[in-house]
Structure formats: C-alpha cells, structure tokens
C-alpha cells in the first residue's frame, strides 16, 4: 500500500493505492465468504455528513488500475478535503 499526502488549490489530497487484486476480482472472491466489506459503502456515508456538516466539497475518487493488457493490478483511491472547515 502507498500513502501520500498532496496540496492542491485549497484542498489536501490523500491518495491510496495498492497492487492488489482489484475491485472486480475482490468481488468475486467475496461472494463466497460470510464477510462482507463495507468500508467504502462508510466511507462515502461518512463524506456525505462531512458535506453537509461543513458546507464544504468533500470527493473521493475510485480508479482501478491495470497493465498494458488491461488486467487488474490494483485499485487507486483518492479523497479531496478542504483545508478550511471551519464555518
């Protein structure tokens, strides 16, 4: 997994990016297990609130990322959060 932090206009960009198998196959692997993820599903419902609370644009970006012959390898996740939440 790499983390980065990155300044752009007024926001901070928190970038997330790992080599894994990707969305699609993650999917498929969890379909036959009793767990489910429900990490972005929260993610998004937490933004939302943020949106609403702060009056501000909270975005998240979901890239899967592949090879040259378009196989998954990896997903790429990036949040844009305002610098100022301040009201």
Known sequence: IHV???KKDNCILLTVEDDGVGRAKASEIEK???H???AMAITKERLGVFRKKFKKKFVLYITDLQDKAGRPIGTKIIVEIPFSIVR
Request: charge should be positive; avoid cysteine; proline fraction near 0%.
């Open 36 to 38: 489910k993820s429900i």
């Open 32 to 34: 036959g297990k009793k």
């Open 4 to 6: 980065a932090f990155q």
